[in-house]
Nanobody, 118 residues
Framework: EVQLVDSGGGLVQPGGSLRLSCAAS????????MSWVRRAPGKGPELVAA????????EYAASVKGRFAISRDNAKNTLYLLMNNLKPDDTAVYYC???WGYGALSPRGQGTQVTVSS
């Protein structure tokens, strides 16, 4: 059974940083592309970043490029999202998802809340 457990969210002031983690199990993590997707209140899901199986190919949403960094540790079956210079518009529930890009039926974590507010 595919299991993805998201963690690392919280309340942070504008300009602050957070690092999200996603612990994966139940599938061959090192063979799968992975993504971070977020959903802000009243909005649809948005792909934040995607990474291929070995980290050699990465994609970011225009809104986070230069501020966020996706990475993975295949030895630890863990996906990361380092978020710097956070803005109030980054407030959302963040999910890791198996595969490249957003997929309504793709396995995802339970989500972790990120709130950017002063």
């Amino acid at each position: 059974e595919v299991q993805l457990v998201d963690s690392g969210g919280g309340l942070v002031q504008p300009g602050g940083s957070l690092r999200l983690s996603c612990a994966a199990s139940g599938f061959a993590f090192s063979g799968s592309a992975m993504s971070w997707v977020r959903r802000a209140p009243g909005k649809g899901p948005e792909l934040v970043a995607a990474i291929n199986r070995n980290g050699g190919s990465i994609e970011y949403a225009a809104s986070v490029k230069g501020r966020f960094a996706i990475s993975r540790d295949n030895a630890k079956n863990t996906l990361y999202l380092l978020m710097n210079n956070l803005k109030p518009d980054d407030t959302a529930v963040y999910y890791c998802q198996k595969g490249w890009g957003y997929g309504a039926l793709s396995p995802r974590g339970q989500g972790t809340q990120v709130t950017v507010s002063s």
